[in-house]
């Protein structure tokens, strides 16, 4: 069913309408975020890194339930980037600690205040309230 099929006499059913409001917003953020290079689930990785709570690749991973690979190419680009720092964690030398860097926190504030300046009323609220 598209949104064009639907008239009065036919809702939208929720899990449909929820996929598409995802689906929405996942096409807008990643649109925005172009000017800065990164893309959302970069973004949400910088997000993470800003709060220093020493996060490793793989907790990252599991936190957004994304393949190891997956972050880890994420995590190239960024520290291409300069956004991002890697280093081997002492405790264990098979794992990276990674911390966000000081363009990196530049960037996300970029990030921020542009979705203040797109979004309206509750959204900005709640962007402003969880993300500064």
Do not use: W
Request: charged share 30%; with cysteine.
């Amino acid at each position: 069913m598209s949104l064009e099929e639907l008239t009065d006499e036919n809702e939208i059913p929720f899990c449909k309408l929820i996929s598409i409001i995802a689906k929405g917003q996942a096409i807008y953020l990643k649109h925005h975020l172009e000017d800065y290079g990164i893309n959302p689930t970069q973004l949400y990785i910088l997000f993470e890194l800003s709060d220093p709570c020493n996060l490793n690749q793989e907790e990252i991973s599991k936190m957004f339930n994304i393949n190891k690979g997956s972050v880890a190419r994420s995590f190239k680009k960024l520290e291409e980037m300069g956004l991002v720092v890697r280093e081997i964690d002492e405790n264990n030398r098979r794992q990276n600690k990674v911390s966000i860097t000081k363009k990196g926190e530049e960037t996300l504030e970029k990030s921020i205040a542009t979705g203040k300046t797109v979004f309206s009323g509750e959204d900005a609220f709640l962007l402003s309230a969880t993300y500064g």
